[in-house]
């Protein structure tokens, strides 16, 4: 079965800094879009970066740019989003997916079950 699974979330205070991967299960990255996503209680799912499946760009919402850094491995079917400077304001589910229009790419439907990111002290 196809499918992303995230990893990495987890207990973090103000200030610090976490690594998420987001491994494709079962297919390979190849030039998919990559996307990442958030999703905090009683709001709803916003993207927050992607990156593209064919030069490698990335884009940021305002929200998270500069603070965030997402990759990838194509040989180990792997995403990162790399998460600096964490705040409170960021506690959410991530998830990641292949459906990242916002990235240059294919384009496709995949999605994880999400990491929990709790910001607090």
């Known amino acids: 079965q196809a499918q992303f699974v995230e990893s990495g979330g987890g207990l973090v205070q103000p200030g610090g800094s976490l690594r998420l991967s987001c491994v494709a299960s079962?297919?390979?990255?190849?030039?998919?879009?990559i996307g990442w996503f958030r999703q905090a209680p009683g709001k709803e799912r916003e993207g927050i970066g992607c990156?593209?499946?064919?030069?490698?760009?990335?884009w940021y919402a305002d929200s998270v740019k500069g603070r965030f850094t997402i990759s990838r491995d194509n040989a180990e079917s792997t995403a990162y989003l790399q998460m600096n400077n964490l705040k409170v304001e960021d506690t959410a589910i991530y998830s990641c997916?292949?459906?990242?229009?916002?990235?240059?790419?294919?384009?496709?439907?995949?999605w994880g079950q999400g990491t929990q990111v709790t910001v607090s002290s």
């Open positions: 079962g297919f390979g990255l190849g030039d998919f879009a």
């Open positions: 990156i593209s499946g064919d030069d490698g760009s990335t």
């Open positions: 997916s292949n459906a990242a229009p916002a990235c240059s790419g294919t384009i496709g439907d995949y």
